[in-house]
């Protein structure tokens, strides 16, 4: 089993920035992909942006070229650089991991709420 805590959330004016950080514990041999999930009231959890273990991306459509994943500084830490907010990006933001068989890691936390309002 894998740990997660996240961190870095909070309120920002439209157009803002906000970086978002998860460190990884436990059996992170195993870690495959880090992701970072959010789900905005009465919507489901979405995939925002995902990293394998090569360095390879994944953002969802709504977030490319505004959103950067990376685990440049620790494999076991995936940071979420968030420019150019938009209000339809409040949402909890959680992160999780898969082994490379696509099975899940860790366990959904409480997340971290990133409210973008004027």
């Known amino acids: 089993q894998v740990q997660l805590v996240e961190s870095g959330g909070g309120l920002v004016q439209p157009g803002g920035s906000l970086r978002l950080s998860c460190r990884a514990s436990?059996?992170?041999?195993?870690?495959?992909?880090m992701g970072w999930y959010r789900q905005a009231p009465g919507k489901q959890r979405e995939l925002v942006a995902q990293?394998?273990?090569?360095?390879?991306?994944y953002y969802t459509e709504s977030v490319k070229g505004r959103f950067t994943i990376s685990n440049y500084n620790d494999k076991n830490t995936v940071d979420l650089q968030m420019n150019s907010l938009k209000t339809e990006d409040t949402a909890v933001y959680y992160c999780?991991?898969?082994?490379?068989?696509?099975?899940?890691?860790?366990?959904w936390g409480q997340g971290t709420q990133v409210t973008v309002s004027s």
């Open positions: 436990g059996r992170t041999r195993n870690i495959y992909t």
């Open positions: 999780n991991a898969k082994d490379n068989v696509g099975l899940w890691l860790g366990s």
């Open positions: 990293i394998n273990s090569g360095g390879s991306t």
